[in-house]
């Protein structure tokens, strides 16, 4: 099996929003990238509650100042393109509003052709949750059920109606509908968020998991699903490489996947695809100075990766 390939869209502070997003969009559609993608950085707080992914002590990087706004980058990228997949990696759930998201997201769906990929999360900043989060953070969990549940009204059949704890819906007429079932895929690793997975995603969004774990929890999450009678053919496995290129190579004792040389990154890659994982975005932004610096990259690894018959 082929590995599918995706590409970080620019979002950091050294790219323009609407320019940069569209060279890079329409240079992964041209080298022969399958998808593009976007993460969720609301804001970062000069003096943070709790250290970057919530480990005590380490900081956050400075590339996130000025993160550009995630669905207006989908649509940006959208509207360029005509084949790749535009996709979330992730959405926070509780920064948005149930109801709004899934419209947003079923239009631009309707506007792409069928393109879209939601992938969505609980987030850790509690920073972010006290600015813009529609519910407590104790309750990121079953609100981001909740929001699966407003999604499964909304794009389905009118009059839509739904009634949940935060979300009310009178029935009513609610369109455009997603051009097809919008695919929607689930990060986390706890025990919860992997039972999540099984029960409502099409899909998994593993980050930083190793890749001698990634085929039994893959399973596991597979073989819950189907204890549910859902049928898994369909599922995807789709991975996040958040590439840290150096000159050199580094030990291997210690070094963290993904960072390295060139030679250890796609060491890495084929690491990934012989776990199973279906598609490997690799997140290149941060390596690169500009747009045109981002795309020479990603067409770099790109013909790395396939020469290696991966």
Same mark, same amino acid.
């Given at each position: 099996?082929?590995?599918?390939?995706?590409?970080?869209?620019?979002?950091?502070?050294?790219?323009?929003?609407?320019?940069?997003?569209?060279?890079?969009?329409?240079?992964?559609?041209?080298?022969?990238?399958?998808?593009?993608?976007?993460?969720?950085?609301?804001?970062?707080p000069e003096e943070p509650v709790q250290g970057l992914f919530g480990v005590p002590g380490l900081p956050w990087p400075d590339t996130y100042r000025s993160t550009?706004?995630?669905?207006?980058?989908?649509?940006?990228?959208?509207?360029?393109?005509?084949?790749?997949?535009?996709?979330?990696?992730?959405?926070?759930?509780?920064?948005?509003?149930?109801?709004?998201?899934?419209?947003?997201?079923?239009?631009?769906?309707?506007?792409?052709?069928?393109?879209?990929?939601?992938?969505?999360?609980?987030?850790?900043?509690?920073?972010?949750? *006290?600015? !813009? %989060?529609?519910?407590?953070? @104790?309750?990121?969990?079953?609100?981001? $059920?909740?929001? =699966?549940? +407003?999604?499964?009204?909304?794009?389905?059949?009118?009059?839509?109606?739904?009634?949940?704890?935060?979300?009310?819906?009178?029935?009513?007429?609610?369109?455009?509908?997603?051009?097809?079932?919008?695919?929607?895929?689930? *990060?986390? !690793? %706890?025990?919860?968020?992997? @039972?999540?997975?099984?029960?409502?995603? $099409?899909?998994? =969004?593993? +980050?930083?998991?190793?890749?001698?774990?990634?085929?039994?929890?893959?399973?596991?999450?597979?073989?819950?699903?189907?204890?549910?009678?859902?049928?898994?053919?369909?599922?995807?496995?789709?991975?996040?490489?958040?590439?840290?290129?150096?000159?050199?190579?580094?030990?291997?004792?210690?070094?963290?996947?993904?960072?390295?040389?060139?030679?250890?990154?796609?060491?890495?890659?084929?690491?990934?695809?012989?776990?199973?994982?279906?598609?490997?975005?690799?997140?290149?932004?941060?390596?690169?100075?500009?747009?045109?610096?981002?795309?020479?990259?990603?067409?770099?690894?790109?013909?790395?990766?396939?020469?290696?018959?991966?």
């Open positions: 099996m082929t590995l599918r390939l995706g590409l970080s869209l620019p979002q950091f502070k050294q790219y323009t929003p609407g320019k940069d997003v569209a060279e890079v969009a329409r240079a992964a559609e041209r080298i022969g990238y399958d998808s593009v993608w976007v993460f969720e950085r609301l804001l970062v550009a706004e995630p669905l207006m980058t989908m649509a940006t990228a959208a509207a360029v393109t005509e084949r790749v997949r535009i996709g979330s990696s992730v959405l926070v759930a509780s920064l948005h509003v149930p109801f709004q998201l899934a419209k947003q997201l079923a239009t631009l769906d309707a506007a792409s052709d069928g393109r879209v990929l939601a992938g969505l999360g609980t987030g850790w900043s509690h920073d972010e949750y *006290a600015a !813009a %989060s529609v519910v407590p953070f @104790a309750e990121r969990g079953p609100q981001l $059920d909740e929001l =699966l549940d +407003v999604m499964a009204a909304v794009w389905g059949p009118d009059p839509v109606g739904y009634e949940g704890r935060w979300t009310t819906i009178t029935p009513a007429v609610v369109g455009p509908k997603p051009a097809r079932p919008i695919p929607v895929l689930l *990060a986390g !690793a %706890s025990r919860p968020a992997l @039972a999540r997975v099984a029960r409502r995603g $099409d899909g998994w =969004l593993p +980050v930083g998991v190793p890749f001698d774990k990634l085929p039994g929890i893959w399973a596991g999450i597979r073989e819950e699903a189907e204890a549910h009678g859902r049928d898994t053919s369909g599922m995807e496995l789709i991975g996040r490489a958040n590439l840290r290129i150096t000159p050199d190579a580094l030990p291997e004792d210690g070094r963290q996947q993904f960072t390295g040389s060139r030679a250890q990154i796609l060491a890495d890659v084929a690491a990934t695809s012989a776990a199973g994982v279906h598609e490997l975005l690799l997140d290149l932004q941060g390596s690169a100075k500009d747009a045109h610096h981002l795309s020479d990259l990603a067409e770099e690894f790109h013909q790395a990766v396939r020469a290696a018959g991966l």
